[in-house]
Structures are given as structure tokens and as C-alpha cells.
Nanobody, 127 residues
């Protein structure tokens, strides 16, 4: 397993931007896909984005497509989530996930497919 630590959350006004980072420790980081999920008081943990092991492929939930961008820097063992045009409904705790059991869709959309999780970082978007 990898150990994951997220950062970059905060309070932002609607229409603003934030960039989340997730630093991983462990030798398997660059060999597997990574994903972002979020959980709010209204929803269970839901898929946000995923990125393939070398960053060549990305996948997004319909609700964030065109506004969020996932990227990774394997030399730094870090995955990022650039969030723009933020909406109040994006308010949630955002989690980084790694160590997928099965690569590819639709498995990236399932929290149960990931063995490693960060502690989460709060994103609050005010209207």
C-alpha cells in the first residue's frame, strides 16, 4: 500500500479555483492509477476523477468535466486536482485514493476498488 497525504483545500468563493495535491509514499505509486473522490453531508463518497499511471488518460465525473483537471508528477510522487469554476455543490471533503485492485473503467469509479486513502482535505465553496 501507499500512504497518501492531501493538501490544498480551503474556503473559496463560487467561481474561484483551488489546486489539491496528494503526496504518496511507496514504491508502487508510478505503477498504478490514482483517483480523487469526495464526500459531503448530502452524498456518500463519490468519484471525481482518475488518472492512469503515466498520466496519459484521465477520467471525470460528469459533474466536474470541463472544470476539474487531474494530473500527476511521478518524479515527485504527487497527483494533483486543479479545480476551476467552483460551485457551492462542490463543497466536500476530497480524498486521494491509490492502489486500485483493478485498472480501468468502470472500476475507477468505485471506492471499494482502492486500497489506500488519504485523510481528506476540506473544500468549501461559498455562494
Amino acid at each position: 500500500q501507499v500512504q497518501l497525504v492531501e493538501s490544498g483545500g480551503g474556503l473559496v468563493q463560487a467561481g474561484g479555483s483551488l489546486k489539491l495535491s496528494c503526496v504518496a509514499s511507496g514504491r508502487t505509486f508510478s505503477s498504478k492509477a490514482m483517483a480523487w473522490f469526495r464526500r459531503s453531508p448530502r452524498t456518500d463518497r463519490e468519484f471525481v476523477a482518475a488518472i492512469s499511471r503515466y498520466g496519459g488518460s484521465t477520467y471525470y465525473a460528469d459533474s466536474v468535466k470541463g472544470r476539474f483537471t487531474a494530473s500527476r508528477d511521478n518524479a515527485k510522487n504527487t497527483v494533483y486536482l486543479q479545480m476551476t469554476s467552483l460551485k457551492p455543490e462542490d463543497t466536500a471533503v476530497y480524498y486521494c485514493a491509490g492502489d486500485p485492485s483493478i485498472e480501468g473503467t468502470p472500476y475507477y469509479y468505485r471506492p471499494s476498488n482502492f486500497a489506500s486513502w488519504g485523510q481528506g482535505t476540506q473544500v468549501t465553496v461559498s455562494s
